[in-house]
């Protein structure tokens, strides 16, 4: 029986950072998503932020981009997910606190 080669060993280990990496990402934008659900939308107004239509769109999208990224989507497989976490933190440092 013959070992792996040091290349099989890093490809595999890159597959798995990538995909743990993406999945964190896709927690982070479904979290934001669920946060962003029950807010009222006059809040949004009162603090001086986006609308909540605006923000359930970008954080929306934001789980659609981590999914993309998730599924594989070829050279931007990693873009796709960075992206995502970008929306979602935005979301969960900036206007989820002022609206809450």
């Given amino acids: 029986m013959q070992l792996p080669s040091i290349w099989q060993l890093a490809v595999t280990m890159e597959f798995y950072l990538h995909l743990a990496f993406t999945i964190g ?44 990224g998730l599924l594989g989507a070829g050279p931007f497989g990693m873009l796709f997910p960075v992206a995502a976490a970008c929306i979602a933190a935005v979301y969960l440092t900036d206007v989820d606190p002022e609206v809450s």
Avoid: H, S
């Fill in 25 to 68: 990402c896709l927690v982070l934008a479904v979290v934001a998503l669920i946060k962003c659900l029950p807010k009222n939308a006059q809040r949004f107004d009162i603090a001086f932020k986006r609308t909540k239509g605006f923000w359930m769109l970008m954080t929306g999208g934001a789980c659609l981009l981590a999914l993309i």
